[in-house]
């Protein structure tokens, strides 16, 4: 970000000597200037819960937090203007019938009629001309954050499962449905101990080839073995439990230790791993979809709004 300090000063000199200020300008975004006049009306405007922006001004506490910190309050305002000088950029233009539908549909949901939501909006003090502007700017904001923020997040169910399970109480009785590969070692072909040997060559030459389904076709002793060492698809609790603990603690593609059981040692490949739902978890998953949603809406549009500083030219004159 270009940032400058400076004093600025819009000043009227008449034929008297002495030079009458009539504004000061605080900011300069790209092409846009930011006057103290435009920061006294977003101040009022935020304070007597005038017309703002809840994409940028979202809840009660950050409203509070811009009120009581200048330096807060002005980079808000910088970020409006960066976000207006790229909708100019992209030609991102709502039509007039466009904001006449968002009218119509604000009326609706508050169950009134459009000539009354006008003269509410009037009572307070707006101009139902100014209301349709800032409604206009509203949806003309709103399209190019979707473009670049919006668009960009991805949460899939799985994710919202992954949370809850890593956070939920209960999360060591979640249940997993597991597909997993193996290569099997008998004990019973020259004892325990060689077939332990044999494992432990398995996974040297697996760190060296990194080829889990080649190397188990030639080297795993099952006798009903599938292609690439298929063991099958499983739940929690359905098979053997040393596979069951072993296969818990792994990832989608990760590969066990050599696992013991009773007669056999194995090395386990996960070839797919997903949680089952719960009833608690359906109870919560929309609200942690939620959450999960707003925190990655908000570090997406802090990084797309910081490229954006990083590409503009901002001046901030000191007073």
């Not at 819960?49 to 002005?74: C, H, M, W, Y």
């Not at 904001?141 to 994710?159: F, G, N």
């Not at 398995?202 to 080297?219: D, H, Q, Y």
Request: with cysteine.
């Amino acid at each position: 970000m270009r940032v400058v300090l400076s004093v600025l000063f819009v000043c009227l000199i008449p034929f008297a000597s002495t030079a009458e200020v009539l504004e000061r300008i605080v900011a300069i975004v790209n092409n846009e200037i930011i006057t103290q006049t435009d920061i006294d009306k977003y101040t009022s405007r935020l304070k007597n819960n005038g017309l703002t922006d809840d994409l940028l001004i979202p809840d009660d506490a950050t409203k509070q937090s811009v009120l009581t910190d200048r330096e807060k309050l002005l980079h808000k305002m910088i970020d409006e203007r960066l976000i207006d000088s790229e909708i100019k950029r992209q030609n991102l233009q709502v039509p007039i019938e466009r904001v006449e539908q968002e009218i119509r549909t604000i009326a609706k949901r508050n169950n009134v009629s459009r000539e009354q939501l006008q003269s509410e909006i009037t009572a307070r003090g707006v101009s139902f001309s100014e209301y349709q502007d800032f409604l206009k700017t509203g949806l003309e904001r709103q399209a190019l954050i979707e473009k670049a923020v919006t668009s960009k997040i991805k949460l899939s169910e799985q994710d919202v499962l992954n949370h809850y399970a890593q956070t939920s109480k209960n999360a060591s009785d979640q249940t997993y449905e597991y597909t997993l590969a193996h290569a099997l070692f008998l004990k019973q072909k020259g004892g325990a101990e060689a077939a332990r040997q044999r494992a432990e060559l398995f996974l040297r030459r697996l760190k060296e080839e990194n080829n889990f389904e080649k190397l188990a076709g030639e080297m795993s002793e099952d006798p009903n073995f599938e292609a690439g060492g298929l063991l099958g698809t499983f739940k929690t609790g359905e098979f053997i439990k040393e596979l069951d603990l072993a296969a818990r603690g792994l990832n989608t593609g990760e590969v066990s230790g050599v696992v013991e059981t009773k007669t056999e040692f194995h090395v386990l490949k996960v070839l797919s791993k997903k949680l089952i739902p719960d009833p608690k978890f359906e109870l919560e998953k929309e609200k942690i979809h939620q959450a999960l949603y707003e925190q990655a809406y908000k570090r997406q549009l802090q990084s797309w709004l910081e490229q954006l500083r990083v590409d503009a030219f901002i001046r901030i004159n000191q007073k």
